[in-house]
Structures are given as C-alpha cells and as structure tokens.
C-alpha cells in the first residue's frame, strides 16, 4: 500500500532555510504519471498547496511562493525534498507530503498522504 | 490565481440530515474540483474529484456537481463519522466548510 511520512526540523528561525523531507512506499518516481506534491495548514486555518514534482522531473510551485521553493527527487531513495528559504513566522504550520492521484490530466488531486509535520519559526 | 470561496462557513446538522456545501471560484475551472475531508489531527482525505468522481472507498452518500465556476458537494444522509470540515480544490484550496452537530 501506498504511505509517506515527512521528516523534518520541529523549530526553524527567522531567515534560516528549512528542508523537509517525504520518504515514501507503495509506488515509485520513475513512473510515468506519478507525482508528489507539498502543502501547508497553519494552525486552525485552510490548506495551502506549495509544489509538486513529476516523474520526469517537471517541477509546479505556488505562484506566491515560488521564488522560496525548490522541489527535488531522489528516486533512488524514495524520497523527495522540499527546500523553502527566509522562513518567517507565518510560515509555521503542518507541512504536508502527498501522492498526486494518477490517471488524470489534473495535476493537483491528491489521493494519499502522510501524517504531517509541524513546523514552528520563531526566534 | 484561482480563489475558491466555500459556503457556508459552518453548517449545523444532525446526524441522517442531508448536508449542502458549496464552492465559487472566482473564474472557470471547467470541471476540475475537488472535494476533501479533515478530521481533527488528521490529513486531509480525498473524497470527489473531476467534481463528481468519488475516490476509491468514498462512501455513495458522498456526490459532486456543478462546473465552470459553481460545485456543490451533497452528504445525503449524514453519518456520525462525517462531521469534519472539508475543503474545495483546484489548485489552491477553499478556506473551508465546518460540519458540525447540531
């Protein structure tokens, strides 16, 4: 079955970069169609999709975020990690690692995901 | 950037009731929507895609309509297991619908 589980600093400070990782099974990278994507939920607040990352390397970021973001692969790993500079306080949230649902054009469905992992910023 | 405003906010219902949510984008996404489930201290679950495809597993009291900028998910008769706040999707997320008990 497919599971993924984020890995990650509990605490970042202001401006520092944060790396987050999803280390996944169930399903593999070099598939075609297959991808996997970030999002975030501060607490008590909406979703907020960040990035994904496709089998071939095609990457999709946030319009708003995007000059912050870089999502990479490792296939070999199973893993894929998401890099997000000069963090600040409001970006303290559940940062959230999923399996893009396949077998659609939509890139943005997401049909599995990991548990989650709260980040806090703060000095 | 798509913006999806979900209404209403909170909706009180007892449970067998029948549950209405709505979901406006602020410009067409033809039919590409979908609909997720988040219970407290969990991730979200995928519930309707391409707005009215269930996921696998979902329920059949679960339904999606609508297209271009207005989508409806309807729980036909509410379960105790369904009070969750559930969110729209294109890209970018709805801000939410609380189903709660009345």
């Known amino acids: 079955q497919i599971t993924l589980k984020e890995s990650g600093p509990a605490l970042v400070k202001p401006t520092q970069t944060l790396t987050l990782t999803c280390t996944f099974s169930?399903?593999?990278?070099?598939?075609?169609?297959?991808?996997v994507g970030w999002i975030r939920q501060p607490p008590g607040k909406a979703l907020e999709w960040l990035a994904l990352?496709?089998?071939?390397?095609?990457?999709r970021y946030s319009p708003s975020l995007k000059t912050r973001l870089t999502i990479t692969k490792d296939t070999s790993k199973n893993q894929v990690v998401l890099t997000m500079t000069n963090m600040d306080p409001v970006d303290t949230a559940t940062y959230y690692c999923?399996?893009?649902?396949?077998?659609?054009?939509?890139?943005?469905?997401?049909?599995?995901w990991g548990q989650g992992t709260l980040l806090t910023v703060s000095s | 950037e798509i913006v999806l405003t979900q209404s209403p906010a909170t909706l009180s219902l007892s449970p067998g009731d029948r549950a209405t949510l709505s979901c406006r984008a602020s410009?067409?996404?033809?039919?590409?929507l979908a609909w997720y489930q988040q219970k407290p201290g969990q991730a979200p679950r995928l519930l309707i895609y391409?707005?009215?495809n269930r996921a696998t597993g979902v329920p059949a009291r679960f339904s999606g309509s609508g297209s271009g900028t207005d989508f409806t998910l309807t729980i036909s008769s509410l379960e105790p297991e369904d009070f969750a706040v559930y969110y729209c999707?294109?890209?970018?997320f709805g801000q939410g619908t609380k189903v709660e008990i009345k």
């Open positions: 410009q067409s996404v033809s039919s590409y």
């Open positions: 999707q294109q890209r970018t």
């Open positions: 990352i496709y089998w071939d390397d095609d990457t």
């Open positions: 391409d707005t009215s």
């Open positions: 999923a399996h893009r649902l396949s077998d659609t054009p939509m890139d943005y469905y997401f049909d599995y």
């Open positions: 169930g399903f593999s990278l070099s598939t075609r169609g297959v991808g």
